[in-house]
């Protein structure tokens, strides 16, 4: 009797945050894995704990033509600056990221004949006039804004995903990501779960933008992946929401940051970014019905598990 052969997914950014977790997540499924990344805003020091033969990294840009050897039965494409420091340092590259990049995935998938997943964002909706936010509706965004070159690049690599999709046959999904946090984060990303722990722990002023009543939605990345592998192993083609309803302040996330710590800190206000959106929450009734996932893990317990993550990095990194 014939085995059934291993599965082989490509992870475009497998050394960011979400990236390096969807590798662990998928050898963990028995795929073999192939990583790609350039290092620009990822690291090798998410990727070096794994030890497995099932594992390939290949430096690669995304912009310029990509290839891999052998089989290939799925591509997750998640490579992209995510981090507001990041796109706004590098608005052009961003931007051709979400185009060059998104077709280069995707004609790999196409190629190799593989089942394609476009990580896209809630950014698509930019300033949302409906709340929470449901995947019919199509957003309200600047697209001339600071912020646009990561959103529009987002809102292009889904309509090229869906072109291919139409008129190329190719096998697609899109998940839209919500606030995502957890290990692995970069400390100096600008977002404001790694930013206000560090402060936090740093016994520095948390600074919070704006007067801090601006919610979020955030889900800890164990229960972001499961949803992006129950999306990728549905049959549904269109846009899916993935994220932790539970609703929170950006003042009410620093306020259990800092008692978490037992930090000395307080809030400071600074001026709210361009276009920074007032409310951000997922709809997720699509996804369960689709594949019956739902986050699991309390804000509460990803952040402390997130917390004593960062504890270590920094005495790793001799910070205290």
Not at 15 to 22: D, K, N, Q
Not at 91 to 104: D, F, M, Y
Not at 243 to 271: F, H, R
Request: proline share 5%.
């Amino acid at each position: 009797m014939a085995t059934e052969r291993q599965k082989v997914s490509v992870v475009t950014g497998a050394a960011g945050f979400i990236g390096s977790h969807l590798c662990d997540y998928l050898l963990g499924k028995g795929h073999r894995v192939i990583g790609l990344d350039n290092l620009n805003t990822g690291t090798l020091r998410n990727l070096e704990h794994i030890d497995s033969d099932d594992f390939i990294y290949m430096n690669v840009d995304i912009t310029s033509f990509i290839d891999v050897p052998g089989e290939v039965d799925y591509v997750y494409h998640l490579a992209s600056p995510a981090s507001p420091i990041d796109y706004l340092q590098i608005p052009l590259h961003t931007l051709k990221v979400g185009a060059v990049g998104t077709r280069n995935a995707i004609g790999l998938a196409k190629w190799k004949r593989a089942r394609f997943l476009l990580t896209s964002t809630s950014e698509v909706y930019g300033d949302p006039e409906v709340h929470p936010q449901t995947e019919d509706y199509w957003g309200n965004v600047n697209p001339i804004g600071p912020r646009s070159v990561y959103d529009e690049a987002k809102r292009y690599a889904e309509t090229t995903t869906m072109a291919y999709h139409r008129q190329q046959g190719v096998d697609t999904r899109i998940v839209r990501l919500f606030n995502t946090y957890g290990p692995r984060m970069r400390p100096y990303d600008g977002r404001a779960v790694p930013t206000f722990i560090r402060q936090a722990l740093e016994d520095k002023h948390l600074t919070v933008f704006g007067d801090g009543s601006q919610t979020r939605s955030f889900c800890f990345v164990s229960d972001l992946i499961e949803g992006i592998y129950g999306v990728m192993m549905s049959d549904y083609h269109g846009p899916v929401n993935l994220g932790n309803p539970s609703e929170y302040s950006v003042k009410q996330l620093a306020e259990m940051i800092i008692e978490m710590t037992g930090s000395k800190s307080e809030i400071i206000y600074q001026a709210l970014p361009t276009d920074d959106p007032r409310r951000r929450r997922p709809d997720i009734s699509l996804a369960t019905k689709l594949t019956g996932w739902e986050p699991t893990i309390t804000v509460e317990d990803g952040l402390r598990r997130t917390l004593d993550w960062f504890s270590e990095y920094f005495k790793e990194e001799g910070a205290f």
